[in-house]
């Protein structure tokens, strides 16, 4: 017998010497294993809302503008001298009502860093990796914080700016006293009221295509119709409303879907397309005797684009700084072994106008 090839044939076996191997299905520690190089990314990266809004420089610490007062809700002008007159009679000219808005900018960043040794080990260009995880994260962390805002219960960040989940809401249907923008939510500034639609009265309800009609209503009677606008509701909203277009014999079609910037397709309704976030399932609004936010799905938006913008200092909009090594505070020296850098965006989300914006509330979770 050989026992040469029998001595080979143990160390090659897959049951044999695997302490502290990963994982005996991997062989015996005489069996050497190649990893692979490239990670495999398990995470969703890709935004839905950010990428869509426009953006704008600034050349100081706020964004700041006017907001005109109406005189009336329903008669969708300022206060206005329009009259009609008899021949040779006088007219009385109206000063408009003007409100102050003021968005702070707030500054946020995203770290990363690769150690000399596993530079020098050779494992693949890490630090490309590192950078280019770094930057996605930043994408992804905007786009939350674009969403969600300070709202820590849902996927938002205490010290954010404030985001939709906090600017869709309204003192006048829903009784919210937020403050926004400087100034807190009440009877005489109804200007800072989005419209709104209520799926049930005093309850949740369940979701019909009458309540996405009630709010392209609103926002057209608010001078919305010829606006860029879009519904922004959870993806698995999305599924549900596609459902309720099947049950009505609208099946999704070319007649049902749009393509949108970017050259994707999406779902649409009434030529409105209708975008999914995975972000958008805690921005739950209900109103029962008063209101109340539920982290729940149980909210959606329908949004005037032409009024939402991000806004970035001096064009601060993730901006990589590389860096290597690091010293101590008030130290020149570069002390630590490693490589790195990070990137960082300084403004804020604005809404200039909220009377435009429709939010859809009570609605039970899909």
Known sequence: MDYNLMEIRTALSTSTNTVGVLGSSAGGAEIQKLVQTMPIEAYNK?????????????????????????????????????????EGASGTPAVSTKFQALAVAKSWRTDY???????????????????????ESHAVGEERAIICGTATGAYGFASSFPGLLQLMNSYADLGDTTTIYGTARQSTYTQLDVSVVLAGATTTDALD???????????????????????????????????????????VSTGNTIEFEGGFRVLSYKRIPIIGSRFMDKNGITYTSSF??????????????DHIKMVHVAGVNAVHIPISGGGDAG???????????YFKSYGTLVMT????QVLVCNLVAP
Do not use: H
């Not at 809004?53 to 206005?80: C, F, H, M």
């Not at 690769?114 to 770094?134: K, P």
């Not at 130290?331 to 850098?341: A, F, I, N, T």
């Open 46 to 86: 890709v935004t839905d809302l950010a990428r869509l809004l426009p953006r704008q420089n600034i050349d100081q610490y706020a964004y700041i503008w006017n907001l005109v007062k109406e005189t009336a809700a329903s008669s969708g002008l300022s206060n206005s001298s329009f009259v009609f007159y008899s």
């Open 113 to 135: 860093e690769v150690t000399g040794l596993m530079i020098a080990a050779g494992m693949g260009d890490q630090l490309a990796e590192e950078a280019r995880y770094a930057s």
């Open 209 to 251: 295509l009458a309540d996405l009609d009630s709010a392209i209503t609103k926002s057209n009677k608010r001078g919305a119709k010829s606006a860029k606008r879009i519904f922004f509701c959870s993806e698995e909203r999305v599924d549900e409303i596609s459902q309720r277009l099947q049950s009505q014999q609208q099946f």
């Open 292 to 305: 109340s936010a539920s982290s729940a799905d149980n909210a959606l938006y329908l949004l005037d684009m």
């Open 331 to 341: 130290s020149y020296l570069q002390r630590s072994d490693v490589k790195g850098g």
């Open 353 to 356: 106008r909220f009377d435009t």
